[in-house]
């Protein structure tokens, strides 16, 4: 609002102004005799009258200006600006709403421009796949991303950091940040709960307004599946050279034994050679589990073209196999549909699930028992079921057999000849046909396995 305050005493300045320059002529004319006094203060107050009109209506221009301007200045950054011009007459009130409305404008693109700055800036922070915090002065969690939300499965708005992690070398170094002792820190800590999971904190402080009110920005990298891949690493190198050292002990027992006790006995002779031949063989077959484990895995991510007829690769692996399995005293039955049943695929590879899995069934199944193997297709799968009548598997188990060197028992699956590879190669050739493998199991009855396929449709 305009101030009116001193009305009067400005209008009388005003007046002063205005009648200063006559009084001065006046009085000048006066002296020189060319005007009688009388009239010379009728002339000095005729510029009064209209001083004090211009001065009104000066006044009265001014207010409604102030009054727009301040309309302007208080709404809505958004809001409608107020329609049309205002009756001007001496001053340039036209030009002045005008400006403000430019400068209006210019505000409304700035933050426009700001807020879609700040709108790209939640976007990506919403989309860093990392969880992220920001922590303010009191260890509160002032700010996360949809990924931190999604990591403690929580609203974090507002709560204490310690509700969620309290590792005490992460608070430390959060404490230490927020008061200013340290920059940045990287801790490793593993989480607490009952999947414990391995993850590495970004610590890094916030400076605030003159080094006070510092906060803290907390990264968290989950390393759980890095460390789970290490240590499957570290353990596939120490059970391969295991696998392979047990054998070529026996071996060079059995070449020694061969050059020194037994060098003469005949009859020793041949029981140590079959056990080197069984042991080479056994060497063997896991150096070539391995490499087609590692052929496969390298192959894993491009799906087989070839039009494969399942029950056909199914059909030649158990012509191959049954011999073995008369040799076992046991016997193989196929039930499946007259019909080939296609799948998108590699026929060694199918061949080799199937040569696993009933091999499996032969080994683990009851003596004088029958593999059983059922093919089925539903509108868009392929099922092969391979049932044994074996011992079963203790459902703790079940899920691990797929892992390499995974053996329920380690004795009698080496007296069997298994690598402890052959769910590990089924479940890899499965997987890289895009297709499932599912495991049912009863103690005392028997196994199924079976294979889902995505079936071929021409
Ligand atoms: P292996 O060479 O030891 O047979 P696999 O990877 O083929 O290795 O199988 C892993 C383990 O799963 C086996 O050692 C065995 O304990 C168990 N297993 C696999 N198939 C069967 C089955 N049909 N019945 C019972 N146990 C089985």
Redesign the pocket.
């Known amino acids: 609002m305009l101030n009116s305050t001193g009305f009067i005493g400005k209008m009388f300045v005003f007046l002063l102004l205005i009648t200063t320059p006559v009084a001065i002529v006046a009085i000048w004319l006066v002296s020189q005799g060319l005007l009688p006094a009388e009239y010379a203060v009728l002339l000095i107050l005729t510029p009064v009258g209209p001083g004090v009109l211009i001065y009104n209506r000066l006044l009265r221009e001014t207010t409604v200006l102030s009054h727009r301007i301040e309309h302007e200045a208080s709404a809505p950054l958004f809001g409608h600006l107020l329609p049309g011009s205002i009756r001007s007459g001496l001053l340039p009130v036209n030009d002045l709403l005008l400006a403000i409305q430019q400068y209006r404008r210019s505000m409304q693109n700035l933050f426009k421009e700001a807020r879609s700055h700040q709108d790209d800036a939640i976007l990506l922070f919403n989309l860093l796949p990392d969880p992220v915090l920001v922590l303010d002065q009191k260890r509160r969690i002032s700010r996360f991303n949809s990924a931190a939300r999604n990591f403690f499965s929580a609203d974090l708005a507002e709560t204490d950091l310690t509700a969620y992690l309290r590792h005490p070398s992460l608070i430390k170094a959060v404490d230490a940040a927020l008061g200013g002792e340290i920059e940045s820190q990287v801790v490793e800590f593993k989480m607490a709960g009952s999947v414990g999971r391995y993850i590495e904190a970004h610590v890094t402080q916030i400076p605030g307004d003159g080094g006070k009110d510092l906060r803290v920005i907390l990264t968290l990298h989950d390393l759980t599946t890095a460390k789970k891949t290490e240590q499957m690493r570290v353990d596939f190198v120490a059970n391969a050279s295991h696998e392979l050292r047990t054998p070529l002990a026996i071996l060079i027992g059995a070449i020694e034994t061969l050059q020194g006790p037994a060098a003469t006995d005949r009859e020793a002779q041949a029981r140590f050679l079959s056990m080197m031949h069984a042991q080479s063989r056994r060497m063997s077959q896991l150096i070539d589990d391995l490499l087609s484990l590692s052929q496969i895995e390298m192959n894993e991510h491009a799906r087989p073209s070839d039009q494969v007829d399942v029950t056909d690769v199914l059909r030649r692996v158990v012509g191959l196999i049954t011999t073995r399995a008369s040799d076992l005293g046991k016997t193989i039955n196929v039930m499946a549909p007259e019909e080939p049943l296609l799948v998108s695929g590699d026929k060694d590879q199918l061949a080799q699930i199937f040569t696993?899995?009933v091999?499996?069934?032969l080994?683990?199944?009851k003596e004088n028992t029958a593999v059983s193997i059922f093919l089925t297709r539903s509108e868009k799968s392929i099922a092969v079921s391979?049932i044994?009548q074996?011992?079963?598997?203790p459902s703790e188990?079940i899920p691990r057999?797929?892992e390499r060197f995974?053996?329920?028992?380690?004795d009698?699956?080496?007296e069997?000849?298994?690598?402890?590879?052959?769910?590990?190669?089924?479940k890899h050739i499965v997987s890289r046909h895009r297709g499932q493998l599912e495991i049912d199991?009863e103690l005392g009855k028997?196994?199924r396995?079976t294979i889902h396929l995505p079936a071929l449709v021409i």
């Open positions: 696993n899995l091999d499996n069934a080994k683990y199944g391979i044994d074996g011992e079963g598997i188990h057999l797929t995974y053996r329920v028992d380690s009698r699956s080496r069997m000849g298994g690598t402890g590879l052959g769910l590990a190669i089924v199991s028997g196994s396995f």
